[in-house]
């Protein structure tokens, strides 16, 4: 499978955010609308999505009671609540999910094989990519881009990008409207950052205009 355009929403689950979250990510909720809208056009235009999500359990490393909110944050996301849960806006009833248990590369392609692939992949760590699956299911999808959105800019949205830029995969978009940092001054030093490495800043509006137009200019083949 060789998919044009992958949609990629990080971790718009309750705890993150609504205001009554465990670990709301600040503003959050002003960007709901454009979730939803990114939601919708990929349904629309029969778009292949992976959605990752926190699937904590009380003593996963990354949770702490004494938190530094840089590597440990407060319990959040515990398999359980409904913290854990997407928001509706974001919510993917049709999704594969991948847990954490390791798959074999032909066990991925059979889970996602179809027209539109949604996949549901957890994670216990900020990285998505810690997950043993996760590599080998962007390898099944084979994406010439990836349009990034969700949360948080600076934390998980972070290594999403980092991960994907380091195994290749070189037409990376984020989605600046739909997706907020935890610290202000970390998400501006990594849009400046991404930015100089090839990353493509757009809009909610932009990624939609594109979609819709007829004329669009076909994706590129990434160099990997």
């Not at 440990?72 to 248990?101: K, S």
Request: hydrophobic letters at 35%; one cysteine or more; proline letters at 8%.
């Amino acid at each position: 499978m060789s998919v044009p355009l992958l949609f990629w929403d990080v971790d718009t689950q309750v705890d993150f955010m609504r205001a009554d979250g465990k670990l709301y990510v600040p503003d959050s909720e002003s960007i709901i609308g454009n979730l939803a809208a990114l939601t919708e056009a990929a349904r629309r235009h029969r778009l292949p999505l992976v959605a990752s999500a926190d699937d904590h359990e009380p003593g996963d490393p990354e949770l702490s009671d004494d938190p530094d909110f840089r590597d440990t944050y407060p319990p959040h996301c515990l398999r359980g609540t409904p913290g854990v849960e997407r928001i509706p806006e974001t919510r993917h009833p049709e999704a594969v999910e991948i847990g954490h248990r390791p798959l074999s590369q032909e066990e991925i392609a059979r889970r996602i094989a179809g027209e539109r692939p949604v996949v549901l992949i957890h994670k216990k760590r900020f990285d998505v990519f810690t997950n043993p699956n996760a590599e080998k299911l962007v390898r099944a999808l084979d994406p010439e881009r990836i349009v990034v959105y969700g949360v948080a800019l600076d934390v998980c949205d972070r290594y999403a990008i980092e991960g994907l830029l380091g195994r290749g995969y070189g037409n990376v978009e984020l989605v600046t409207d739909a997706a907020k940092p935890i610290h202000e001054e970390d998400g501006a030093r990594l849009l400046a950052d991404w930015q100089k490495r090839g990353v493509r800043l757009v809009t909610t509006r932009q990624v939609l205009e594109e979609l819709d137009s007829p004329t669009r200019s076909p994706t590129r083949r990434s160099a990997r």
